[in-house]
């Protein structure tokens, strides 16, 4: 399998490439500049394992929520390429990303609450959970919402925070019942996890077309598909 990631949701910057199980990053956090640094991410990884975007099975990307501009340049990218190269697309959750990353860290965690800071004085949130995959499997619903309208599920106890909606509102998020975990509230999602929630999509074959590379911004449950960039060779 050759799957390309993308992800410009957040500050994190991040292409990846998973090639018959190994995997290749370029990552970088920026305060604006993604247009211009994604696709030469891109073209460095593609260089790196002697492959262009025809070699490739399929494109996955970060969906959202996150930034207006930030999600929509990862839809837009994805549109491009796949339409370019005739490959389907994988759109995965920012959030659940986050979660992923979160569960690699600490291998016996099992739940985690994620926060990502929405601006506004707002939070992105949702709770997952570690399935018998390994994979995080989301619990009811993602939201945006007021920092102290987060909440676990019914039947959960006890959460570990995960995301920088934790650093964002600490002291409001303090009242949900989440277990601290310094390291992981620093968490920004990437496209490594990304390439490793999308993986099993593609071995389904359980492909998008690249017009469904749409953005989840949650906020005004709106999407926009932007026009296609030029797509590297």
């Known amino acids: 399998m050759k799957l390309l990631a993308l992800d410009t949701a957040t500050e994190n910057c991040s292409a990846a490439l998973l090639v018959d199980g190994a995997l290749f990053?370029?990552?970088?956090?920026?305060?604006?500049?993604?247009?211009?640094r994604i696709l030469p991410m891109i073209d460095e990884l593609l260089s790196e394992v002697q492959s262009?975007?025809?070699?490739?099975?399929?494109?996955?990307?970060?969906?959202?929520?996150?930034?207006?501009?930030?999600?929509?340049?990862?839809?837009?990218?994805?549109?491009?390429?796949?339409?370019?190269a005739g490959l389907g697309v994988v759109p995965i959750s920012d959030l659940r990303?986050?979660?992923?990353?979160?569960?690699?860290?600490?291998?016996a965690l099992t739940r985690v609450v994620v926060c990502n800071d929405a601006r506004m004085s707002e939070v992105y949130w949702g709770c997952y959970e570690r399935?018998?995959?390994?994979?995080?499997?989301?619990?009811?619903?993602?939201h945006v919402s007021k920092p102290q309208?987060?909440?676990?599920?019914?039947?959960w106890?006890?959460?570990?925070?995960?995301?920088?909606g934790f650093m964002a509102y600490g002291e409001v998020l303090a009242a949900v019942a989440v277990e601290p975990s310094g390291p992981l509230t620093k968490l920004l999602p990437r496209a490594a996890e990304i390439?490793?929630?999308?993986?099993?999509?593609?071995?389904?074959?359980?492909?998008l077309r690249p017009e469904a590379a749409i953005p989840v911004y949650l906020r005004d449950n709106v999407a926009h598909v932007a026009q296609p960039p030029k797509a590297p060779r």
């Open 195 to 207: 390439a490793f929630l999308a993986a099993p999509a593609v071995s389904a074959g359980q492909l």
């Open 157 to 164: 106890s006890t959460a570990t925070a995960a995301g920088r």
């Open 131 to 142: 399935g018998p995959d390994g994979l995080a499997r989301l619990e009811g619903e993602e």
């Open 149 to 155: 309208e987060v909440r676990l599920p019914a039947n």
């Open 97 to 107: 990303a986050v979660a992923q990353r979160a569960f690699h860290i600490e291998a």
């Open 52 to 84: 262009t975007l025809a070699d490739l099975d399929a494109i996955a990307f970060g969906r959202g929520p996150g930034s207006f501009t930030g999600v929509r340049l990862a839809a837009t990218v994805t549109q491009g390429l796949a339409f370019g």
């Open 25 to 36: 990053t370029r990552e970088e956090e920026l305060a604006r500049g993604h247009a211009e």
